[in-house]
Nanobody, 124 residues
Framework: QVQLVEAGGGLVQAGGSLRLSCAAS????????MGWFRQAPGKEREFVAA????????YYADSVKGRFTISRDNAKNTVYLQMNSLKPEDTAVYYC?????????????????WGQGTQVTVSS
C-alpha cells in the first residue's frame, strides 16, 4: 500500500503562483512514477504532469507546458508541482497519484494510488 497526502492548494489571482506538494508513505520503493491530475466541476479528470521516480523524466499536458514544473525529492518521498502564471481555467481539484510500473504514465488508469485532492482556485 502507498499513502499520498497533498498540500499547498488555495486561492490565487490570475498570473500568480502556487506550489503543491505530495508526500508518499508506505511501500514507496514500489513507485515507478508520480503524477498530478486535476478535475474541474462537470469535467473529467485530466492529466497535468508526471515524473519517473528513478530517472526524473518529466511529462506535461500541453495546457500547462512552460508554466508548471514537476519535481521530486526521493529522500523525502515527496513530489512537487510548481504552478506559475496561473489562469482561471487552471481552477480544479488537483490529485497526486502513484504509478507502480505502467509505461502509460500520462493515463489515469495506470495509477494505482491517489491522494485526497487539494483545491486550487484562480480568480480573474
Amino acid at each position: 500500500q502507498v499513502q499520498l497526502v497533498e498540500a499547498g492548494g488555495g486561492l490565487v489571482q490570475a498570473g500568480g503562483s502556487l506550489r503543491l506538494s505530495c508526500a508518499a508513505s508506505g511501500r514507496t520503493n514500489s513507485i515507478f512514477g508520480m503524477g498530478w491530475f486535476r478535475q474541474a466541476p462537470g469535467k473529467e479528470r485530466e492529466f497535468v504532469a508526471a515524473i519517473r521516480r528513478s530517472v526524473g523524466t518529466t511529462y506535461y499536458a500541453d495546457s500547462v507546458k512552460g508554466r508548471f514544473t514537476i519535481s521530486r525529492d526521493n529522500a523525502k518521498n515527496t513530489v512537487y508541482l510548481q504552478m506559475n502564471s496561473l489562469k482561471p481555467e487552471d481552477t480544479a481539484v488537483y490529485y497526486c497519484s502513484a504509478n507502480l510500473g505502467s509505461t502509460f504514465i500520462t493515463t489515469a488508469a495506470s495509477y494505482a494510488y491517489w491522494g485526497q485532492g487539494t483545491q486550487v482556485t484562480v480568480s480573474s
